[in-house]
């Protein structure tokens, strides 16, 4: 069974379109993240949700919005696509909020390509 | 100058060599220390965790935190071409939640 899933593995769209990328812990784990990796192989966290309660907001355009219907799953949404969101974003699951509960396991990624 | 500067490399060893990786890092209230290998097209995975200074030990692998130099280390004894991937350095304050990653060594074992 796959940890930390999250679907689409890959997303190819359109400048301006709306998209959404799905993800889902089954460890049992109270905190979920986002983090996006850029070209560069750089890693940054975009969202952490505590019990689906927001977190962590790292100054991501409004554009992003992610949502937590229970605390197994995160999903984020992107409205109006640009180029510069074109990206790898991985969905992660720590088993603690903060310390050295902050064990992060990621999902595979979706590989997002904005044309 | 970043929180944490890591050398991209690229770095190519044959195998059997003994590797070493290093972050630097400028905020001296981090506390928690982690490396993650990540492989081509899959997310990073937990390697080793540190808490404070000291060394910890793991099979081929050990993790050095050097906080009076803030200076981190990760070495591979013995490296295999499966230990072929990206090591990330990550960091975190103590009683914080979000950790900083390093922005990765791409690491070739050659056969």
């Known amino acids: 069974d796959t940890a930390v899933s999250q679907t689409p593995k890959y997303l190819v769209t359109q400048m301006g379109n709306d998209k959404s990328i799905k993800c889902e812990q089954n460890l049992g784990h109270d905190t979920m993240y986002w983090y996006k990796q850029d070209s560069k192989k750089f890693l940054k966290i975009m969202f952490s949700?505590?019990?689906?309660?927001?977190?962590i907001n790292e100054t991501v355009p409004n554009r992003f919005s992610p949502k937590s219907p229970d605390k197994a799953h995160l999903n984020l949404h992107i409205n109006s696509l640009e180029l510069g969101d074109s990206a790898v974003y991985f969905c992660?699951?720590?088993?603690?909020?903060?310390?050295?509960?902050?064990?992060?396991?990621f999902g595979s990624g979706t590989q997002l390509s904005v044309l | 100058q970043k929180e944490v500067e890591q050398d991209p490399g690229p770095l190519s060893v044959p195998e059997g060599a003994i590797v070493s990786l290093n972050c630097t890092y400028s905020?001296?209230?981090?506390?928690?220390f982690m490396w993650y290998r990540q492989y081509s097209r899959k997310g990073p995975e937990l390697l080793m965790y540190t808490y404070s200074s000291g060394n910890k030990e793991d099979g081929r692998f050990t993790a050095q935190v050097d906080k009076s130099s803030k200076y981190i280390s990760l070495f591979i004894r013995d490296s295999q071409p499966s230990d072929s991937a990206t090591y990330l350095c990550?960091?975190?304050?103590?009683?914080?939640?979000?950790?900083?990653f390093g922005k990765g060594t791409k690491l070739t074992v050659n056969p």
């Open positions: 992660a699951s720590s088993p603690a909020l903060g310390g050295i509960g902050v064990k992060l396991f």
């Open positions: 949700y505590n019990n689906k309660e927001l977190i």
């Open positions: 905020n001296s209230a981090f506390q928690y």
């Open positions: 990550a960091m975190m304050e103590g009683g914080s939640e979000k950790l900083v």
